[in-house]
């Protein structure tokens, strides 16, 4: 199935210059949603795993499926102010701002094996401060797995040294 024909790109938002990929409309087709979700548990359904980390706000829309069909524990990471008991909280840049997550400290033990999970990697500053949330409390990170990766951002550079996968690159 062509994904690339589901996604819609929205020009200059959320300010001007940036192309947006916009995933909703990949959403409401379900085949095209079962495939990309299909995508991600192909990739990691042989790699044993405890945990899938789900990056605020659209990560959780492909990490909570595949979390269910690879049979591990689900850890969101939410902006801040949003978690209720005592938490980790870290700052990174976006390609236009700073921003910060925060993850519950007894989310991760120390160990335990580790996906992060997103929508859209783009710098790679979300998914680095995911990262460094898990590590800090001694999680091994066994990869980043994400939709959608902008290659011209090169947000690989910021997760060198982990295994970094995407279904559709631009």
Known sequence: ????????????????GVLFRDITTLLKEP???????????????????DLIISIESRG???????????HTGL???????KLPADKITVSYELEYGTESLEMHR????????VLVVDDLIATGGSARAAIQLVEELGG?????????ELQFLKGRD?????????????
């Open 106 to 113: 007894d989310a991760v033990a120390p160990g335990q094996r």
């Open 140 to 148: 091994q990170v066994v990869g980043a797995a994400f939709l959608i």
């Open 31 to 49: 085949d095209a949603f079962r495939a990309a979700i299909d995508s991600l548990v192909h990739r990691y359904q042989a790699i044993p795993l």
């Open 75 to 81: 850890v969101p990471v939410r902006k801040p102010g």
């Open 60 to 70: 959780h829309i492909f990490a909570s499926p595949l979390a269910y069909a690879l």
């Open 158 to 170: 910021a997760l060198a040294g982990y295994d970094v996968f995407s279904v559709l690159q631009y």
């Open 1 to 16: 199935m062509d994904l690339r024909r589901t996604i819609r790109d929205i020009p200059d938002f959320p300010i001007e």
